[in-house]
């Protein structure tokens, strides 16, 4: 499946365990000799009542991230469509907390858009960002779940951004690494790329969508509802003010279902 380009391989680990997930996640993504993909994400139940599905998703790299959002809208999409469930409010559990996703079902009983409120941003977390160290290019550290860097450019098709995501995932002020969000203002709408830690270059970030739709409405550069325009397509991010939470909403994808031998 896809979101807007970023694409995962989906297991129903209640009925497939993957004992090696980090393993498995290396092995299928890997492009020519796998499925090819970001990353694998597994769905399964919560031990307890706090959720309707839980998420766990690792990277191409076999590292374990706490948090997708076009992952989770993904799900929101396969499990209605799966007959998991037939609710078009669903409660996921991710290694960043309980995320709430609305579907948009068609008159052919289909998903046709998911939304995934991403809760409230933290904007500094020193956890993940060590204040002191060598120096960074001026950009505004936020957490969405998952740490994201955002440095806003006059020229997005100027920066190389393989080679600079690169280096700035592992900056020594990075201890747990960090995705890198390059962005320039479209009018009133954004045009991002991001270098997705673990995963490399992807055509589409939830999260970095909504970080920098954040830190460019904090400034007066957009509204707090605008479009973010990535490499794979176009998702719709809304910054709340009721709560301050930010909604991410856009199309989810099937490519395909077929079975694999690990």
Known sequence: MHGAGNDY???????????????????????????????????????????????????????????????????????????????????????????????????????????VDLLKPILHDDSQFLPSGE???????????????????????????AREGARLERHSRFPQRCNIVFAQCNGGALRVRVWERGSGITLACGTGACAAVLVAAQNGLVPRQCDVIMDGGTLSVQWRESD?????????????TGEVEL
């Open 9 to 115: 391989i989906y297991v129903d680990a209640t009925q497939y365990p993957i004992p090696h997930p980090g393993a498995a996640a290396i092995a299928l993504s890997r492009q020519h000799f796998g499925i090819g993909s970001d990353g694998l994400v597994l769905i399964s139940r919560p031990h307890d009542s706090v959720a309707d599905f839980k998420m766990r998703l690792f990277n191409a790299d076999g590292s374990e991230a706490m948090m997708c959002g076009n992952a989770s809208r993904c799900v929101g999409k396969l499990v209605y469509e799966t007959g998991m469930t037939r609710k078009r409010q669903l409660r996921l559990a991710t290694r960043s907390g309980v995320k709430l996703l609305s579907l948009m079902v068609d008159a052919h009983d289909k998903v046709a858009e998911v939304a």
């Open 135 to 161: 120096p960074l290019p001026h950009g505004q550290f936020v957490s969405m779940g998952n740490p994201l860097y955002v440095i806003f450019v006059d020229n997005l098709d100027a920066v190389d951004v």
């Open 244 to 256: 301050d939470h930010l909604l991410l909403s856009g199309p989810a994808t099937i490519v395909f």
